[in-house]
């Protein structure tokens, strides 16, 4: 069984900054990526950012240059740094964590979903 546990949601100004963590734990044997999704009402859930291997990341176009992923490999932990923070990112965030087992094979393991609100 794998835990991910997202925190650091909240309410902020536009222009303001906010840092999500999530910790994914478990028997894990190696960790194919961890990301950031959200959803917002109404709306489908979509990839924000995302952390692959050693250092490759990938972000959505809405975020680049407002937004980074980062982690921590021996403690299965990602960041996302949220700068410059608009109305449009109001959503419930959740970290999503890909990798393998001790014993059971692949795993998908998503968190319980932080709120970020953003006020105009």
């Known amino acids: 069984q794998v835990q991910t546990v997202e925190s650091g949601g909240g309410l902020v100004q536009t222009g303001g900054s906010l840092r999500l963590s999530c910790v994914a734990s478990?028997?894990?044997?190696?960790?194919?990526?961890m990301a950031w999704y959200r959803q917002a009402p109404g709306m489908e859930r979509e990839l924000v950012a995302a952390l692959t291997g050693v250092d490759y990341t990938h972000l959505a176009n809405s975020v680049k240059g407002r937004f980074t992923i980062s982690g921590d490999n021996a403690t299965n932990t990602v960041y996302l740094q949220m700068n410059s923070l608009k109305p449009e990112d109001t959503a419930v965030y959740y970290c999503?964590?890909?990798?393998?087992?001790?014993?059971?094979?692949?795993?998908?393991?998503w968190g319980q979903g932080t709120q970020v609100t953003v006020s105009s």
């Open positions: 999503c964590a890909r990798g393998r087992l001790n014993t059971a094979g692949d795993f998908v393991s």
């Open positions: 478990g028997s894990i044997t190696s960790m194919y990526s």
